[in-house]
């Protein structure tokens, strides 16, 4: 694994801000200070990320953008957004997959991505316990995905819980009570900040609240989120005999693959089974029956997101200003699958939340 500014900050016995001010050439450091630092580098081989040097030679009109994999559809369709929305400012994506390696994560979160002004980042392997990592970025930075608690960086997310929470309700609104939900993921009681926990626990907290007994028999876990896997989940569950009348999918990947198994089943959509995901990608709308979902918000995710880093990219990567957290609306859009129609509306019932942001301390 990479060295980190940490790791040179703790043999030379100084700060990693005195790293990163010797890295950068910043004048203001005493001459055996910066012989120490330098030793540490060249005795553990450092390398200085690219995007500082970046910024230091003159900005790039590139930023980037690192999402786990552009298979699953929301990530793609993100992409796509943050693209569009960093063209109206005159800036240019490069796009990084990670595969959802954690090694890989942090050698991001050290070097950024070569050539690029900043970044934009939705980890899937880091959490709460890595917050500290977060403290030695030194260039603009925006999260994405679930909220590192007291991590100091700006972060753009989505309500997983209280969106989760609408699906789920919208289905008990029409008579369903054995609500099946695929998706969970097999470590989230290690991750507890995972989207597939978030959405399992929304799941949860609208059966309680409708007085309908959990049964854990109903919850399948799938990983990863592709459509087979959904199909095969849903398969599973049809030759369980458990009795359902209603599936909620924690994507939409997940519920196209739900619905193919139900057809294949003979469970005629919505009649048997009502099936709503989670995503709105662009193809929901576009199956026989076409699937309800909810809509996160994507777009002003990457809207939001982008005007973030632009104004961090202008204050420079060692500003101090607050951390900033933002939570984009949703809406519940209804289909076929639920009993809508194949364009979809968003539900009367839905609990559009109204879009959140914070001033965080760091």
């Known amino acids: 694994m990479a060295v980190t500014m940490r790791e040179v900050a703790a043999v030379a016995r100084v700060s990693p801000k005195t790293v990163s001010n010797v890295v950068n050439d910043h004048p203001n450091?005493?001459?055996?200070?910066?012989?120490?630092?330098?030793?540490?580098?060249?005795?553990?081989?450092?390398?200085p990320n690219h995007s500082a040097r970046g910024l230091r030679s003159g900005r790039t009109g590139v930023i980037g953008l690192?999402?786990?994999?552009?298979?699953?559809?929301?990530?793609?369709?993100?992409?796509?957004?943050?693209?569009?929305?960093?063209?109206?400012?005159?800036?240019?994506v490069i796009v990084g997959q990670l595969g959802g390696d954690r090694e890989h994560e942090i050698e991001l979160l050290t070097h950024g991505l070569p050539q690029t002004d900043g970044l934009l980042f939705?980890?899937?392997?880091?959490?709460?316990?890595?917050?500290?990592?977060?403290?030695y970025v030194d260039?603009?930075?925006?999260?994405?995905?679930?909220?590192?608690?007291?991590?100091?960086?700006?972060?753009?997310?989505?309500?997983?819980?209280?969106?989760?929470?609408?699906?789920?309700e919208h289905l008990i609104s029409l008579g369903r009570r054995r609500i099946a939900v695929i998706g969970a993921h097999p470590d989230d009681e290690t991750r507890v900040m995972g989207p597939s926990n978030l959405r399992i626990q929304g799941y949860r907290e609208a059966?309680?609240?409708?007085?309908?007994?959990?049964?854990?028999?109903?919850?399948?876990?799938?990983?990863?989120?592709?459509?087979?896997?959904?199909?095969?989940?849903?398969?599973?569950?049809?030759?369980?005999g458990l009795e359902f009348d209603a599936i909620f999918t924690l994507t939409d990947s997940l519920g196209l693959g739900a619905l193919r198994a139900l057809?294949?089943?003979?469970?005629?959509?919505?009649?048997?089974?009502?099936?709503?995901?989670?995503?709105?990608i662009t193809?929901?709308?576009?199956?026989?029956?076409?699937?309800?979902?909810?809509?996160?918000?994507?777009?002003?995710?990457?809207?939001?997101?982008?005007?973030?880093?632009?104004?961090?990219?202008?204050?420079?990567?060692?500003?101090?200003?607050?951390?900033?957290?933002?939570k984009a609306a949703f809406d519940v859009i209804?289909?076929?699958?639920?009993?809508?129609?194949?364009?979809?509306?968003?539900?009367?019932?839905?609990?559009r939340s109204g879009a959140t942001a914070q001033t965080l301390s760091g």
Do not use: C
Not at 70 to 85: C, G, H, S
Not at 122 to 135: C, I, M
Not at 334 to 351: C, K, L, M, N
């Open 29 to 47: 450091v005493h001459p055996d200070t910066r012989a120490r630092v330098q030793q540490a580098i060249a005795e553990l081989g450092y390398r």
């Open 66 to 92: 690192a999402v786990p994999e552009l298979r699953q559809a929301y990530f793609a369709e993100l992409a796509d957004a943050v693209i569009a929305a960093a063209a109206k400012r005159g800036l240019s």
């Open 122 to 135: 939705s980890p899937e392997r880091l959490g709460t316990e890595d917050r500290d990592l977060l403290a």
């Open 139 to 168: 260039f603009p930075l925006v999260m994405l995905g679930e909220w590192i608690f007291g991590g100091p960086t700006d972060h753009v997310t989505m309500h997983n819980v209280s969106a989760a929470r609408a699906a789920v």
């Open 207 to 240: 059966l309680a609240a409708a007085g309908i007994e959990h049964d854990p028999r109903l919850e399948r876990v799938v990983a990863p989120w592709h459509p087979e896997d959904g199909a095969d989940a849903a398969r599973q569950l049809i030759e369980s």
């Open 263 to 280: 057809g294949e089943a003979g469970r005629v959509v919505p009649d048997d089974v009502a099936v709503i995901g989670f995503d709105n």
């Open 283 to 326: 193809i929901s709308h576009l199956t026989i029956p076409s699937l309800s979902s909810i809509d996160p918000g994507r777009s002003e995710i990457a809207e939001t997101a982008v005007g973030m880093l632009v104004e961090r990219i202008e204050w420079g990567a060692g500003s101090s200003r607050p951390a900033r957290l933002h």
């Open 334 to 351: 209804v289909r076929e699958s639920s009993g809508g129609t194949a364009s979809g509306t968003p539900a009367t019932s839905s609990r």
